[in-house]
């Protein structure tokens, strides 16, 4: 979840200051004083840790930001500065709370903890009654508050404000969960559509739970490709970690869906608690987020069904997990043309707050969506996402031979095949891979990496359009249908929509060929039924393989071409598919990984194609 090793909290801590630098513009931030620095009790007794900035000099009360991490709040002192600075020259008085069991909070630190069975006992805890005690001990014990809190974080930061919205505190007054999950084996951090995120999923929990404070696991490989490899099946985990990391115990113990991953969902969760959405919400979310880019859209669209006032809103950028926060103009190799992370805080987040607490009507958002549409590199508004109206679903074809277009294929049989081989896995990046945190890392921007690397593998089945006449742009939910079979008894498929750039690119020849993925994902053949019937593959039938590879709002440009690749490993990101069924990977021998031929079909019968959301309007 962190998009570093302390992740965007410890950016944010840094923001709070006693003072301002010198050179700071006079009036454009006020002065931060330390008000509070303690241990607040919760209703079972257990306190955590709270430190309270307000400015110095005051002629109001003010509304209280409330931001809670597990990464710890003790660099809240430093000067005042990005990513909050746009909100601290508003005036707020800013709230941070370590949660239980990390760092400065007392108590035992719970993965996700799941929302409490019985919300009718008094002493029963979860993430939302810390966040509701807590806010409830500020608005009695900050002077000169408001009475209004909002709440806003990024990443495990942003969940923890879904928490607090399942079960909301009547002053808090506006949330902005950013970058949160919201289904652990669905879509985000741990698992797409059940594959397991293994380089991801292993070094951040142990990072979270071989102690109280952030530990990077000590890999004596400097590619962590080889170091997965030679690790072999997942049971040997078990050797490293013994008991001590309750979170993987919870992957091996796990490995369907089922009621452990359904309990802990937040799409579930918001249905099942939230009736009508009362506290105005701002979910964000970055078209190249590594970690979390399902979780946010959809615990918007969850929320917008419990919407009947209009105070749902979001907000999408061309950025990687938490990119709002820096300044948002290049992502790797890839220049969207403006600074659009400080146009999101100076003109979505900053009116957004000042809307909600601090009555500043002229402020509040005339749209509910706000989106980036990268390739034109524009901003555009709508009154929902996806858009209701200008769009027509289009689909776009597998051919023979390698190409790609609107025609339905008309041959009676038409396919390509590729052999998977799990000993020797296509990496998802280029090696050497790197630990996923840490200083040279490249994890942060692997979404945006040219394809190249992998185009020309046997294993990488590719097709392409031809050079496209005039700009095609997209806006909504992409879904491909892949009819294919394996050989053996289970396979992953790996789908990518990829913008490939003109062999000239005169203004940015570093780009001339550039193979960028707009659209991925990965999805477990076994779960070709529904997510809680896992089955065996039969050997040689075709099945139809539905993969949602999620929204997106971008423009094919004229003279560009779209291309589509299908593989069946992605090492070490996603853990390898033995591809002989056991009912548990995590278990599986090292006998039960097999060579095997797989076939994607595209046929008048079996026509595999990509589903796109074509714009219509202008």
């Known amino acids: 979840m962190p998009s ?31 008000m509070v620095d303690t241990l607040v009790p919760m209703r079972d007794g257990v306190r955590l840790h709270v430190a309270v900035y307000a400015p110095a000099s005051r002629t109001a009360p003010l509304p209280i930001l409330f931001l809670r991490t597990p990464y710890s709040i003790a660099s809240a002192a430093g000067e005042l500065q990005s990513p909050l ?19 400065g909070s007392e108590g035992a630190f719970v993965m996700q903890r799941q929302p409490r069975a019985n919300r009718n006992d008094p002493r029963a805890i979860d993430e939302a009654t810390d966040a509701y005690d807590t806010i409830e001990w500020l608005i009695h014990r900050v002077p000169d508050n408001n009475g209004k809190v909002g709440m806003l974080g990024v990443s495990y930061d942003g969940w923890l404000v879904v928490q607090a919205l399942l079960d909301p505190h009547p002053n808090l007054a506006a949330a902005s969960p950013q970058a949160s999950p919201a289904d652990m084996w669905v879509g985000d951090d741990f698992h797409h559509n059940g594959a397991f995120r293994l380089s991801y999923g292993f070094e951040y929990a142990y990072a979270m739970e ?46 369907d869906y089922d009621a452990f991953w359904q309990q802990q969902a937040d799409v579930r969760n918001i249905r099942r608690r939230i009736s009508r959405l009362t506290v105005p919400t701002l979910s964000v979310a970055g078209w190249w987020d590594q970690e979390d880019f399902y979780g946010p859209l959809a615990i918007y669209q969850e929320l917008e069904r419990h919407d009947s006032t209009g105070i749902n809103f979001v907000a999408v950028g061309p950025w990687n997990h938490g990119g709002w926060w820096r300044q948002g103009r290049k992502l790797g190799a890839i220049d969207f043309g403006d600074a659009t992370g400080i146009y999101y805080r100076e003109r979505i987040q900053r009116p957004f707050f000042a809307c909600w607490l601090k009555a500043r009507r002229p402020d509040c958002l005339s749209h509910e969506a706000t989106l980036f549409r990268s390739g034109e590199n524009r901003w555009v508004t709508s009154d929902a996402f996806p858009a209701r109206e200008g769009v027509a679903r289009r689909s776009l074809y597998l051919q023979s031979g390698g190409g790609l277009s609107f025609d ?10 590729f052999i998977s081989d799990p000993a020797h896995p296509v990496p998802y990046r280029p090696r050497p891979i790197q630990p996923t945190y840490g200083r040279g890392s490249r994890w942060y921007t692997w979404l945006l990496e040219d394809q190249r690397f992998v185009h020309e593998r046997p294993d990488v089945l590719n097709w392409s359009t031809e050079p496209l006449t005039q700009d095609l742009t997209i806006s909504g939910d992409i879904v491909a249908s892949l009819f294919a079979s394996t050989s053996a008894s289970d396979a992953d498929w790996i789908v990518k929509v990829i913008d490939v750039y003109p062999e000239r690119m005169d203004s940015t020849p570093e780009l001339a060929g550039y193979q960028l993925m707009v659209a ?21 039938r075709v099945e139809r393989f539905t993969i949602d590879l999620h929204p997106q709002e971008y423009t094919f440009l004229r003279g560009h071409r779209i291309m589509v690749q299908v593989q069946s490993t992605w090492f070490p990101l996603i853990d390898r598919n033995p591809q002989r069924y056991v009912p548990n990977i995590f278990r599986a021998r090292s006998s039960d990984f097999v060579r095997a031929t797989h076939v994607v079909y595209h046929s008048g019968r079996f026509p595999s194609h990509i589903e796109l959301p074509v714009v219509t309007a202008p």
Request: glycine share 8%; charged share 25%; net charge neutral.
């Open 85 to 103: 600075r746009e909100l601290a020259e508003d005036g707020y008085v800013f709230a941070f709370e370590d949660i239980r069991g990390h760092y």
């Open 210 to 255: 071989q102690g109280r404070e952030w530990t990077d696991y000590p890999f004596d490989r400097t590619d962590t490709f080889e170091w997965y490899l030679a690790l072999g099946s997942l049971a040997r985990v078990d050797s490293l970690f013994g008991a001590r990391i309750a979170t993987w115990r919870n992957f091996a113990e796990h490995p």
């Open 408 to 417: 339905r294929p008309a041959a009676r049989a038409a396919a390509d095949s």
């Open 4 to 34: 570093s090793r302390l992740c965007l909290s410890a950016a944010l801590l840094a923001i709070l200051a006693p003072r301002l630098p010198a050179q700071q513009a006079a009036g454009a931030s006020p002065t931060y004083t330390l």
């Open 520 to 540: 991925n994902e990965v999805f477990r053949g076994r779960y070709v039924d529904g997510y809680d019937r896992p089955r065996p593959l039969v050997p040689g």
